[in-house]
């Protein structure tokens, strides 16, 4: 089973809710924390770290003795990766989606194929929880093709462990990418006007990937009833309400796993993962979008 938690904005406790999740399961969990961009799962699991890959992308070479300066490269780039001047060709590595068609498109076969490194890919142990992350390279503007190693790696030695995906905030290309092929959603919101807008993003793109979802609403004294109103009108199931506690807060600000400091949080998160595993259920007995398992796996725990 693949699980996603996600948000529409920042700071609503999206990776909290993540982490103590995959600590409260009493089963083998993989973490994937595609927030690739400033990740920091680890900060609250200290992992011990197994493995550290550079990750690379693929970008066009281009032979001078070859190239003609036709042009169709430049043309066939919606990036525009490529530029043909009139003596020499440049390439911009940065904006290169490594989409391969400038090589297709060459009728010289002037274009061959580089590697340029975007990050890396670290994966570690903590106990039964197996967290794979990804550290984008400073500067580097596009974030989908590390999250997509991310979410590979992440399969590849899921061995029937359910897996997390903690995407990063937002409704743009990473979280498109963090998302697809996961069973469900939950999205974590706060009861105020910035959550309220930006959940009502969020809902949309996740109802357009055709992924079903439900809401953790954070800090669920504190707002309005206005979130609420809108999980009715939209029909999303709200998971699990949190209350604020300034213990929890502060037990938050200085890196501890709150189900190993507050019993309470264990049982929450394990009635979260109960009302996930029920809700897919539901999902299952009716249509399921092409591609997707009918019949997730899931892991037994007891409240």
């Known amino acids: 089973m693949i699980v996603a938690i996600a948000s529409g904005k920042g700071g609503t406790g999206k990776t909290t809710v993540a982490c103590n999740l995959a600590a409260a399961l009493q089963c083998p969990v993989v973490l994937a924390d595609c927030d690739v961009e400033e990740p920091n799962a680890h900060l609250f699991l200290q992992p011990q770290w197994d493995v550290v890959t550079p990750i690379t992308v693929d970008v066009p070479v281009v032979d001078a003795q070859k190239c003609t300066l036709c042009g169709a490269c430049q043309d066939l780039c919606q990036f525009k990766a490529i530029a043909v001047l009139p003596?020499?060709?440049?390439?911009?590595?940065?904006?290169?989606?490594?989409?391969?068609?400038?090589?297709?498109?060459?009728?010289?076969?002037?274009?061959?194929?580089?590697?340029?490194?975007?990050?890396?890919?670290?994966?570690?142990?903590?106990?039964?929880?197996?967290?794979?992350?990804?550290?984008?390279?400073?500067?580097?503007?596009?974030?989908?093709?590390?999250?997509?190693?991310?979410?590979?790696?992440?399969?590849d030695i899921s061995e029937g462990a359910v897996i997390l995906v903690d995407a990063p905030p937002?409704?743009?290309?990473?979280?498109v990418a963090s998302l697809w092929g996961a069973d469900y959603v939950v999205l974590v919101t706060e009861p105020t006007p910035f959550g309220l807008n930006d959940l009502a993003l969020a809902v949309a793109a996740v109802k357009k990937m055709g992924i079903p979802c439900g809401l953790v609403v954070n800090r669920c004294d504190l707002g309005d009833n206005r979130t609420h109103a809108f999980a009715h009108r939209e029909s999303l199931p709200i998971l699990l309400e949190i209350p604020f506690d300034r213990k929890v807060a502060e037990a938050y600000a200085q890196g501890h796993l709150l189900v190993e400091v507050f019993p309470e949080w264990k049982h929450?998160?394990?009635?979260?993962?109960?009302?996930?595993?029920?809700?897919?259920?539901?999902?299952?007995?009716?249509?399921?979008p092409k591609g997707r398992a009918s019949t997730p796996r899931t892991c037994e725990v007891s409240v």
């Open 268 to 288: 929450m998160m394990r009635r979260l993962y109960d009302a996930v595993v029920r809700e897919l259920k539901q999902t299952s007995s009716g249509a399921v």
């Open 87 to 155: 003596e020499t060709v440049l390439t911009f590595p940065e904006l290169c989606h490594s989409c391969g068609g400038c090589a297709w498109a060459c009728p010289a076969k002037a274009i061959s194929w580089g590697s340029r490194r975007i990050g890396e890919r670290r994966a570690g142990r903590r106990g039964s929880i197996c967290l794979v992350d990804g550290i984008l390279r400073i500067g580097e503007a596009m974030a989908p093709p590390l999250i997509r190693n991310v979410r590979r790696a992440a399969a």
């Open 170 to 175: 937002g409704t743009s290309c990473p979280v």
